[in-house]
Structures are given as structure tokens and as C-alpha cells.
């Protein structure tokens, strides 16, 4: 069975190497991982050097999983940026939806997705990170893919050009011209959700 972990909150500050190297397993998830809460959580970058400890790549390559957690507090780009820049990205992409996160940076997954695409992810890197990734690393193999005999749980998303602004809690913002948007929702086979009318016929108005 793997545990994920929420790293921090402790004085003196807990070692990372020894939690990423010693102690998780292959398979155990590490949340939180863009986190910068340097006085009780030491963090995945080195924020003096701003380079990502390379035992951060070690442990993902042995098998520990990183997920965003992003949270209220817990995503900078002091964090993200040096991290991407390196060529560590997440496993598993999500929100730690709440109260404060939707009034804050994070707002919604769309967002956040968005977000790691300005970092660098590819788009298949990142529908992967927020679908199957996630679905493995709980054990629920039935979700987050579409193949046959799969639950029918679908988003079907565009790519919105624009003038947008990703910013973190501390307002840092980086630009981006595109995001994603869900045009439509599919749950358990049936659309819940459709943005442009799509599935809405036509009116015939020769009968009108």
C-alpha cells in the first residue's frame, strides 16, 4: 500500500534526503513538492544556489512519485522554474482543491495544467500527469484512460489563445498566449457539461 506524504511543518526543519532516499518506497507519493515554506520544509531547490538537489532526481528515478499538491501555499516558482529548468517535472499533476486555493493562484485543475505546459511539459506529459499517472499511483486502474470498456469520465479540452497571466502566491507571473479550456464533460457516458452547444442540434428554421 503506498502513503503520500506532506512533507514540513516542523522546527528544526526534517530532512528531505533522508525521507526521498531512506525512507519512501517506489510507488509512495511525495505532495507538496513546489512547496517553499523554507523556515519548517526544506525544499526540492536549492534556493541560494536556485538548482534542484540532485538526490530530488535520484528518488524520482528509483521510483518515488512527485506530485504538485498545489494548494494555498504550496506552489512557487522559486521552486518550479529551477526544477523545470533541469528537467524534473511532475509524475502526478494536481490541485488540493479548497476554499483558499480557488480564492488564491491555483483556481482550478485547467489552470494548473496550464501552468506546467509554460514550464516545459509537453501536452501528452501533462493530460498523462493529470489522468493515468494519478489513477496508477492510487491503485484505481480503471480510471483515467479511454480504452475500450474504460468508464466513460471524459474532458474534452481545447486550447484558448489569449493574453493570460499565470502568476504564484507570491505574484510572481509568468506570461502565456494559450490555456487550456474543457469545451465539454462526459461523466459515466453521459455530457454534463458543454460549453459551446455542441451536442445541440441545429434549429430547423424552415419550420419556424
Known amino acids: 500500500m503506498p502513503v503520500m506524504i506532506d512533507f514540513g511543518g516542523t522546527k528544526p526543519r526534517l530532512s528531505l ?20 515554506l523554507l523556515d519548517t520544509k526544506e525544499a526540492i531547490v536549492d534556493t541560494a544556489k536556485q538548482a534542484l538537489k540532485p538526490y530530488v532526481m535520484a528518488a524520482q528515478k528509483r521510483g518515488v512519485i512527485f506530485d504538485v499538491g498545489y494548494g494555498g501555499s504550496s506552489f512557487r516558482y522559486s521552486q518550479a522554474i529551477p526544477a523545470a529548468k533541469a528537467g524534473f517535472h511532475p509524475n502526478t499533476i494536481s490541485t488540493d482543491l479548497h476554499i483558499s486555493s480557488m480564492k488564491g493562484s491555483m483556481k482550478d485543475m485547467l489552470l494548473v495544467m496550464s501552468k506546467f505546459l509554460k514550464l516545459g511539459m509537453d501536452l501528452p506529459a501533462v ?8 489513477a496508477k499511483a492510487i491503485n484505481r486502474p480503471q ?10 469520465d471524459v474532458a474534452i479540452l481545447g486550447m484558448r489563445k489569449g493574453k493570460f497571466g499565470f502568476y504564484d502566491m507570491q505574484g510572481f507571473k509568468m506570461d502565456s498566449d494559450e490555456k487550456l479550456e474543457c469545451e465539454m464533460t462526459i461523466f459515466g457516458g453521459k455530457i454534463v457539461y458543454d460549453l459551446n452547444g455542441i451536442v445541440n442540434p441545429l434549429p430547423d428554421l424552415t419550420k419556424q
Open 17 to 36: 534526503y533522508s525521507l526521498l532516499m531512506e525512507r519512501l518506497r517506489p510507488g509512495d507519493i511525495f505532495t507538496h513538492t513546489f512547496g517553499e
Open 127 to 134: 493530460i498523462n500527469a493529470s489522468t493515468w499517472a494519478p
Open 143 to 152: 480510471l483515467g484512460h479511454l480504452t475500450e470498456g474504460a468508464i466513460a
